[in-house]
């Protein structure tokens, strides 16, 4: 029988984060309720849900989840000339944020295909579901760890990009 585990205020908005499972059958999903509607619910992610082993874990997780919004500055600064402005500072600010942006991207791709390791080591290969998960986490995962590889490469050009402009 589901119980709900958790049911505490949303930090950052109105609502509430659930975790709820079936204790008995040792899994765990979480879910954001807003007005009385679902909103989120990792119970829905493919054809079983996320099923956390731990409620703490799932807690963790939609906490996450409903983090606060960021004030990050736009990824591309205007081109429009101000008496007093330095088009050459500008430029390499600019290049520096795209490529803190790009590293970010392939780290954000590297940390998830760890993650996704970690639940592949889990799928139980002589389910048809387990082996299907592995099939599609392998894929993801090769296709991931690919563009990671690109995306840190574009981030070393533009540093060097930057590099050379400073240098004229």
Request: a negative charge; charged letters at 25%.
């Amino acid at each position: 029988m589901t119980t709900t585990i958790y049911a505490i205020d949303r930090p950052f908005a109105d609502g509430t984060v659930e975790v709820y499972g079936e204790p008995d059958m040792g899994w765990y999903e979480w879910r954001i309720i807003e007005r009385g509607d679902i909103i989120h619910d990792s119970g829905k992610h493919g054809t079983s849900g996320m099923q956390y082993g731990s409620p703490a874990i799932a807690l963790r997780d939609a906490l996450n989840h409903v983090e606060p919004p960021t004030q990050e500055p736009a990824l591309v600064t205007p081109i429009s000339w101000v008496p007093g402005r330095d088009a050459l500072s500008e430029n390499l600010t600019q290049v520096n944020r795209l490529a803190d942006v790009v590293r970010g991207m392939a780290t954000a791709l590297i940390d998830e295909t760890a993650n996704a390791k970690t639940l592949r080591s889990v799928m139980n290969p002589d389910h048809p579901n387990g082996r299907l998960g592995m099939v599609y986490t392998d894929t993801r995962v090769q296709h991931a760890e690919r563009v990671a590889q690109v995306l840190n490469k574009a981030a070393d050009d533009l540093r060097d990009l930057a590099h050379m402009e400073n240098e004229q």
